[in-house]
């Protein structure tokens, strides 16, 4: 009898009664095949684990026929999926990704009712107070060369190859943990980059790691169509940006194109529509986003919440400790509160407001005094970063939220309509929170403590805004800021800023390539939309603004992305582009990158040798600024209670660039006003074709 090929006959069983006590009842899987399984294997996947079953616990009834034995007591849970697998070769270490043929069922394990919780929740009003919260896993990988989007090596082989767990079975193994607990609302939410997708179908396609990320999707697919009590999907994947992009500083059009690519790729690969809540790369959020935003129908943005504590007057501003400067006057537009709470028994460099951790209604005003709003929805700071390190493992889930929900019962700050919710966020593929045990053991205690503590509930986003949708006439303010792993999240996203103070500065330089890169591209584009160079400029231009080019400062590797993005990219329109400048064609205003000031708190502080320092009174906005016709004018427009007025911004000329970009954007600054108070400004800027542009409407206070 040859090596068989196919499975031919699979009998299991679809469910089990198990015994009153819970007791799984033992069970045998068969199963036949076309010919001899060198090595036979049954997989059972339960409860965020993994049971083997072969060798000689796997016995052969005749040829090509075999029989697991699954004993009594062995699984968890309520659903398992078994994965009936042989090995074409009797040694599977010495095995190709072709030799393993693999198929799936089902068993649903019919236990008897849980008790009621133990914890009972409070009463507040005649309602239990019960605090709400979310789970979201990041997933990415850029590409490591931005004009070679098929670069591979032995090191992107073994990047990928050691996340195998994390971009295939890992989420829905922990999903099927909330399903299994009977935990009616809760999911999860996921956000994949495309550039990472992308790279997963080619090392599926090619068998690259090893042929580790064949069908990678598939169980991903599987239970996408999984749904919570409230018919919403238990996999949320987030509304995201394609290529990772710091969507803070870069252009509005793009955002939406970012967004709208992902959203497409979403769809192809999951066989489902991507959320309308977005988890910004980075956590990296500015009200100057929401125009966009909800342009490209995101009706939810998750920020990191620090950001709206540090938003409110009064703040308790915890020194240096808290790893960013005091906020500036200017973004304390919220009322102060008075629940601050510094947390125990994890790390948290400064102080917290439970009842402000919901999600509200965040607003911006543009130049032309036009208000536009979006829900935000709060990832918890130093919650999320406890989370992050391993779950259950590493967080203790009843002591520190416990903490959050006797704050808000002791200030009777409880509101039934709006109650608490905050989102836990952390890569999913790095560290503690993207190891096996945390979606598995470690999801699983939390399951089991959710079923005995009526006084929490996991849930997904989509869930709770459908349950507590916020006031939309109740619109507050958010500061700017990121996540805490970039140098603390601060408001002036100076992690993608490193060495702004010296003669040169890398993230300076790719900041100005890339601006000028965004002119070109959208000056042809609104010109000659159907130029035939134009999608591979427009996929170069979105890959350019991924924001990892920024993050590791100082690697040639990474300084010199941007710059050969755009030199292969502006080099493929250059001829059309020039062309349009000499028949005066270009109807596209300036590109204008957004300012940064400094110092960043001018008359407040700024950092010293391991303190704060007094920092100087006089303001200095920077930018870059370019258009293929040439400037006319570039100007401040600055709004003050005495009224508007018009300073012009000095040019420098073209950032002098190390990199050998063929192309950048001028460089301008302009000093602010000493003493002008709270102020609001924008800078308008023409080109020589008399195209004109504006930017956001910033806020700052000048002491």
């Known amino acids: 009898?040859?090596?068989?090929?196919?499975?031919?006959?699979?009998?299991?069983?679809?469910?089990?009664?198990?015994?009153?006590?819970?007791?799984?009842?033992?069970?045998?899987?068969?199963?036949?095949?076309?010919?001899?399984?060198?090595?036979?294997?049954?997989?059972?996947?339960?409860?965020?684990?993994?049971?083997?079953?072969?060798?000689?616990?796997?016995?052969?009834?005749?040829?090509?026929?075999?029989?697991?034995?699954?004993?009594?007591?062995?699984?968890?849970?309520?659903?398992?999926?078994?994965?009936?697998?042989?090995?074409?070769q009797a040694d599977p270490a010495h095995a190709q990704g072709e030799d393993w043929i693999k198929e799936y069922r089902d068993l649903c394990l019919i236990r008897p009712p849980r008790p009621?919780?133990?914890?009972?929740?409070?009463?507040?009003?005649?309602?239990?107070?019960?605090?709400?919260?979310?789970?979201h896993k990041h997933m990415h990988q850029p590409y490591y060369n931005t004009t070679d989007r098929n670069y591979w090596d032995g090191e992107k082989d073994g990047i990928?190859?050691?996340?195998?767990?994390?971009?295939?079975?890992?989420?829905?193994?922990?999903?099927?943990?909330?399903?299994?607990?009977?935990?009616?609302?809760?999911?999860?939410?996921?956000?994949?980059?495309?550039?990472?997708?992308?790279?997963?179908?080619?090392?599926?396609?090619?068998?690259?790691?090893?042929?580790r990320f064949a069908a990678w999707n598939s169980a991903l697919r599987q239970l996408a169509g999984a749904k919570t009590e409230l018919g919403n999907p238990r996999i949320a994947f987030s509304a995201f940006g394609f290529f990772h992009p710091l969507m803070?500083?870069?252009?509005?059009?793009?955002?939406?194109?970012?967004?709208?690519?992902?959203?497409?790729?979403?769809?192809?690969?999951f066989g489902i529509e991507a959320s309308r809540v977005l988890f910004p790369p980075e956590t990296a959020f500015h009200v100057r986003m929401i125009p966009a935003l909800v342009e490209a129908g995101v009706t939810a943005v998750i920020y990191d919440s620090i950001h709206r504590f540090r938003a409110c007057r009064d703040y308790p501003y915890a020194g240096i400790n808290e790893g960013m400067?005091?906020?500036?006057?200017?973004?304390?537009?919220?009322?102060?509160?008075?629940?601050?709470?510094?947390?125990?028994?994890?790390?948290?460099?400064?102080?917290i407001s439970p009842r402000l951790l919901r999600p509200e209604y965040v607003g911006y005003e543009d130049p032309d005094g036009k208000l536009h709003t979006i829900i935000a929805v709060p990832a918890e700071r130093y919650i999320g970063n406890e989370d992050a390190r391993g779950g259950f493992g590493a967080l203790q889930y009843p002591d520190v939220l416990g903490q959050v929900y006797d704050r808000i019962v002791s200030t009777g700050s409880y509101d039934p309509a709006h109650p608490p919710f905050f989102v836990l966020h952390s890569d999913g593929d790095n560290h503690g929170g993207g190891a096996d045990s945390y979606y598995g053991h470690n999801t699983a205690r939390l399951v089991e403590w959710l079923q005995q503590d009526g006084r929490f509930e996991l849930t997904t986003v989509e869930d709770y805004l459908q349950r507590f949708p916020p006031d939309p006439t109740a619109v507050t303010h958010i500061e700017p800021g990121s996540w805490a792993g970039a140098d603390n999240g601060d408001p002036q996203f100076m992690k993608w800023f490193s060495r702004y103070d010296q003669p040169y500065s890398p993230d300076l330089n790719s900041w100005a390539v890339l601006t000028a890169f965004q002119n070109g591209v959208h000056t042809l584009e609104s010109s000659a939309p159907d130029h035939p160079q134009l999608p591979a400029a427009i996929r170069l231009l979105l890959t350019a603004e991924t924001s990892c080019y920024w993050y590791w400062t100082g690697q040639q590797l990474w300084d010199q992305q941007v710059t050969n993005a755009a030199n292969l990219g502006l080099g493929m329109l250059k001829p059309a582009l020039d062309a349009l400048v000499a028949?005066?064609?270009?109807?596209?205003?300036?590109?204008?990158?957004?300012?940064?000031?400094?110092?960043?708190?001018?008359?407040?502080?700024?950092?010293?040798?391991?303190?704060?320092?007094?920092?100087?009174?006089q303001g200095v906005a920077h930018t870059f600024v370019a258009d293929i016709s040439g400037l006319a004018r570039v100007e401040l427009v600055l709004r003050t209670d005495a009224g508007e007025q018009r300073l012009a911004m000095r040019n420098h000329g073209p950032y002098p660039s190390e990199t050998g970009a063929t192309v950048t954007a001028d460089y301008l600054t302009a000093d602010l006003p000493v003493g002008a108070g709270d102020v609001r400004y924008f800078i308008e800027a023409e080109d020589r074709r008399g195209n004109v542009s504006r930017g956001a409407l910033e806020r700052i206070f000048l002491a």
């Open 116 to 135: 009621r919780a133990d914890i009972p929740a409070a009463m507040v009003g005649g309602a239990e107070m019960k605090l709400y919260f979310g789970i």
């Open 325 to 351: 400067l005091p906020p500036n006057s200017a973004e304390q537009a919220n009322p102060p509160v008075d629940d601050w709470l510094q947390l125990t028994n994890i790390w948290a460099g400064s102080k």
């Open 1 to 88: 009898m040859g090596i068989f090929t196919r499975f031919l006959i699979i009998d299991c069983p679809e469910d089990l009664h198990c015994e009153p006590d819970g007791t799984q009842p033992a069970f045998e899987i068969h199963f036949t095949a076309d010919g001899e399984i060198p090595f036979p294997q049954v997989i059972l996947h339960a409860h965020g684990k993994q049971i083997l079953i072969n060798g000689d616990t796997i016995r052969s009834s005749q040829e090509g026929s075999y029989v697991a034995a699954v004993p009594a007591g062995t699984l968890e849970g309520e659903r398992v999926r078994i994965q009936i697998e042989g090995c074409r």
């Open 248 to 269: 803070p500083l870069i252009p509005a059009q793009d955002i939406v194109r970012q967004i709208a690519w992902h959203r497409d790729l979403i769809q192809r690969e």
């Open 583 to 617: 028949a005066g064609h270009d109807r596209n205003g300036p590109t204008i990158f957004p300012p940064w000031v400094t110092p960043e708190n001018p008359g407040g502080k700024r950092w010293g040798q391991g303190c704060l320092l007094d920092a100087a009174r």
């Open 160 to 211: 990928f190859g050691s996340r195998g767990g994390n971009y295939t079975d890992f989420i829905p193994n922990a999903v099927r943990q909330y399903i299994e607990g009977e935990l009616p609302h809760a999911g999860l939410s996921t956000s994949w980059s495309g550039s990472l997708i992308e790279q997963l179908d080619r090392c599926g396609t090619e068998g690259l790691c090893g042929g």
